[in-house]
Each structure stands twice: as structure tokens, then as C-alpha cells.
């Protein structure tokens, strides 16, 4: 127990939808650049076998592509074929031996931010002419900077097929078992690419009105529910500002988080930016907070906040003052991947973590390991 025997928020159950986490921290989807043709390799066995040992809430795994041409780069994980929905099993089974870690996957499209190079190797785009590039999609043929490779604007067909992709890649996450579904419609990739007027400059009912540009994530999310278990939550991130002048902003944001409210949608997740070079973030800590409480505000469905959330007394204030319903967490659990362990010492709470590690709590204080 923690001051005067409150209990912490950050270590009370939330439920998404029909899922029930045992606490409030999130994992959040992190790129590895690791998988060859779209598969698992053992590099994510290892690393998510490693975040599932964290005692976090829930673990969503990284973006992963419905489509090869739906990669950010040619190291990306897909959900596409056999091929890839077996390796990703042999990955999952294997971390499912030793974890009951609630296991969530991120599908993704990354449009006309698709055929780059791995980040490390910092080659940025990569011509579709190149054995690694390929030739990009997007609302409008409207490159992402100077930098980058002109895409070729998406017919209705490609349309359709896209909503078909996701709805595809759904049903294979189902069969693997996962718990959870995260429409990736942030940072800058496909769906942002249809909400925002900045890049999506379309005459027909994809493009124009707010309502027309959020067209495609209304039945991206319709063909999604429709394929995956209906006791499995289905949510999604979403940017909820591109940080421009006359772009995607958090007044369009409420819009659209009300319109998918409505039609069911378990959770969403607050994140904002990656549309558009011209961006000015202000980068602080809670930084995208005030987004995520402006959001939960105007919704029914869970909110959960993200964006340089470090402390734990942070992540508990934002809980308890009602900011958030959720926090997640990216590069801090990477760089300390046991933080719910320290962060429930903290707080005065205790958080699952395996039999082979519970004689590691620290010496002559409680353990908040069990």
C-alpha cells in the first residue's frame, strides 16, 4: 500500500473491451527492423519474450504490415501470407510457454513512408527501382519531403483492397491467438495520410471533408471488428495533431474518436506528429498528454496516454487525476525493461514477474515481485 494505504491507479485491473488487464501499464508498439520477408526472426522471440517478463498490462507488438508494400522499410514484420503468420507463431508460442502476458498486435500500412532503410543504416527512402525499395502508395501523389519518392495515388480498387488487406491480416491475428488488435492511424503513415488535408488532397469521397477524409478508418476499423473475435478488443492510435498550421489537429481528432466510440471501438490510444516534415513539436515531458484528457473527455471508451512518460509517480498523477485511463510506454522499458518491477516498489504495489527471478527483489525491503 502506498501513501496511507490508497491503492495505486497505475497498478488497478482495466478492462478493453472484453480483456482484462491486470494493470495500467501498456507496452507500446515498437519497429525492430528485424524480420526477413515480413517473418518473425529470433530477435523478436528474444525481445518480446523479454517485454513479457516486465509485468506490464498488456504488450502490443510492433507495426505490422497487412501488405510487403505496407512495410516503413524491407526489415519490417508482416501478417500477409502463411509464411509470416507461421513465424510469428513460432515466436508467440514460444514466449506463451513462460508469460500469460496479454499479447496485442499493431496493424499498419505505412503509405507514402513505405521502401525506406533500416534506421541504423540511415539511407533513408529507397528507389523503387532498388532491390530493397518498392513503389509507394498514398491518398495523393504527394512525396513526404524532398527526400522522398513521389507515390502513386490509390485508385478505388486499391482501396478496397487495403480495407481487405487489414481485414486479412485480422483474421490471421485471431487465429494466432492474439488478445488484441491497434489500428496504427498515427505518425504519419497510411490512415494519417487519408485524415489529414495535408496530404491527402483527394476530389472523391476519400478526400475533402472531414468526414470524407476519415472515410477509410471508419471501414478499415468495420472489416477489422468484423474479422476478429468479437470478445477481443479492437482500438486504435491515432496522432492527434500533425503540430502544422491547417493540418490534422485535436479538434478533428475529437470528431473522429467520437465517430468510432460509436461504432465500438475498445480503446485509443494518443499520440501525435509524423505527417509532415514541417512539424514543431514541443518535446516535454507528458508532452501529448493534454491530448489524450481532451480525448477521454469526449469518449466512452478507455484513453491511453503516451509520449516521454518516465517516473512512475508521473504515470500514477496522470492516472489519478484523470488525465488518462492508461499509460504506455516505448524507449523507457527498453532502457529499463523491468520498470513495472520499480515502479510497484515505488508505489507500493506488487506486479507479476516469473518464479525463475522472484529471489532478485531487493534486500531488506518488501519484494513488489510475486
Given at each position: 500500500m502506498h501513501q496511507g494505504s490508497v491503492m495505486s491507479q497505475l497498478f488497478s485491473p482495466l478492462s478493453l473491451g472484453k480483456l482484462s488487464l491486470p494493470n495500467r501499464i501498456i507496452i507500446a508498439p515498437m519497429c525492430q527492423y528485424s524480420a526477413i520477408n515480413g517473418e518473425a526472426t529470433d530477435w523478436h522471440t528474444i525481445h518480446l519474450g523479454q517485454l513479457s517478463l516486465s509485468g506490464a498490462g498488456l504488450l502490443i507488438m510492433e507495426a505490422t504490415a497487412v501488405s510487403p508494400e505496407g512495410r516503413i522499410s524491407y526489415g519490417d514484420l508482416g501478417l500477409w501470407n502463411n509464411e509470416t503468420q507461421q513465424a510469428l507463431g513460432k515466436t508467440l508460442n514460444a514466449v506463451r510457454q513462460y508469460s500469460d502476458m496479454p499479447i496485442g498486435i499493431q496493424l499498419a500500412h505505412a503509405g507514402r513512408k513505405a521502401s525506406t532503410g533500416k534506421p541504423w543504416d540511415d539511407v533513408g527512402a529507397i528507389s523503387p527501382s532498388d532491390k530493397n525499395g518498392w513503389q509507394t502508395i498514398a491518398p495523393s501523389a504527394q512525396a513526404y519531403d524532398e527526400h522522398s519518392f513521389e507515390p502513386v495515388e490509390m485508385s478505388k480498387a486499391d482501396i478496397g483492397q487495403l480495407i481487405a488487406d487489414f481485414a486479412s491480416a485480422a483474421k490471421r491475428a485471431d487465429e494466432l491467438g492474439l488478445d488484441l488488435i491497434e489500428l496504427h492511424g498515427a505518425h504519419g503513415y497510411l490512415l494519417h495520410q487519408f485524415l489529414s488535408p495535408l496530404s491527402n488532397k483527394r476530389d472523391d469521397e476519400y478526400g475533402g471533408s472531414l468526414q470524407n477524409r476519415m472515410r477509410i478508418v471508419m471501414e478499415v476499423f468495420k472489416a477489422v471488428r468484423a474479422e476478429f473475435n468479437s470478445n477481443k478488443p479492437v482500438g486504435i492510435r491515432i496522432s492527434a495533431t500533425d503540430w502544422v498550421e491547417r493540418g490534422w489537429d485535436l479538434e478533428q481528432s475529437i470528431v473522429l474518436a467520437k465517430a468510432l466510440d460509436e461504432l465500438g471501438c475498445d480503446f485509443i490510444h494518443v499520440s501525435t506528429a509524423g505527417l509532415s516534415p514541417l512539424q514543431q513539436i514541443p518535446v516535454e515531458p507528458c508532452f501529448?498528454?493534454?491530448?489524450?484528457?481532451?480525448?477521454?473527455?469526449?469518449?466512452?471508451?478507455?484513453?491511453?496516454?503516451?509520449?516521454?512518460?518516465?517516473?512512475?509517480?508521473?504515470?500514477?498523477?496522470?492516472?489519478?487525476?484523470?488525465?488518462?485511463?492508461?499509460?504506455?510506454?516505448?524507449?523507457?522499458?527498453?532502457?529499463?525493461?523491468?520498470?513495472?518491477?520499480?515502479?510497484?516498489?515505488?508505489?507500493?504495489?506488487?506486479?507479476?514477474?516469473?518464479?525463475?527471478?522472484?529471489?532478485?527483489?531487493?534486500?531488506g525491503k518488501p519484494s513488489p515481485i510475486k
Open positions: 501529448q498528454v493534454p491530448f489524450a484528457t481532451a480525448i477521454k473527455q469526449a469518449v466512452n471508451m478507455p484513453v491511453i496516454a503516451v509520449g516521454l512518460i518516465t517516473e512512475a509517480q508521473q504515470a500514477e498523477n496522470i492516472l489519478s487525476e484523470h488525465k488518462a485511463d492508461a499509460v504506455a510506454l516505448a524507449r523507457g522499458i527498453l532502457y529499463n525493461p523491468h520498470w513495472p518491477w520499480h515502479a510497484a516498489a515505488e508505489l507500493g504495489a506488487t506486479v507479476n514477474a516469473p518464479k525463475q527471478y522472484l529471489r532478485s527483489g531487493p534486500h
